[in-house]
């Protein structure tokens, strides 16, 4: 598995952005895939993850009903969707491989992880 995440930029608060992460070696169909963020100097925070089928899916409770997740295994895709979007939403966000077929609200349940994409949301 290796993971890259793209899509971040500049929004205004009240704007959109989908990111994107994507399996250079199209690897990772069986794994459950989450989206975790950092921003600076606090600790990295889980958004989203969703399951190797797409079936089941968990949300922060910071995003809950503004973002969602969703995959295209033909495709080799895992997308968040975010809405509404506020300026606490800046951060780095990262996607992540788990090691299960399910995703994790858990840092530790991954073990693949991809480079972040930067969001800024201004006020």
């Known amino acids: 598995v290796q993971l890259q995440a793209s899509g971040g930029g500049l929004v205004q608060a009240g704007g959109s952005l989908r990111l994107s992460c994507t399996d250079s070696?199209?690897?990772?169909?069986?794994?459950?895939v989450g989206w975790f963020r950092q921003a600076p100097g606090k600790e990295r925070e889980f958004v989203a993850a969703i399951s190797w089928r797409g079936d089941r899916t968990l949300y922060g409770d910071a995003v809950t009903g503004r973002f969602t997740i969703s995959r295209d295994n033909a495709k080799n895709t895992v997308a968040l969707e975010m809405n509404s979007l506020k300026p606490e939403d800046t951060a780095v966000y990262y996607c992540?491989?788990?090691?299960?077929?399910?995703?994790?609200?858990?840092?530790?349940?991954?073990?693949?992880w991809g480079q972040g994409t930067p969001v800024t949301v201004s006020s």
């Open positions: 070696r199209r690897t990772f169909s069986n794994n459950g």
């Open positions: 992540a491989a788990a090691l299960s077929p399910f995703g994790s609200r858990e840092c530790a349940d991954y073990g693949y």
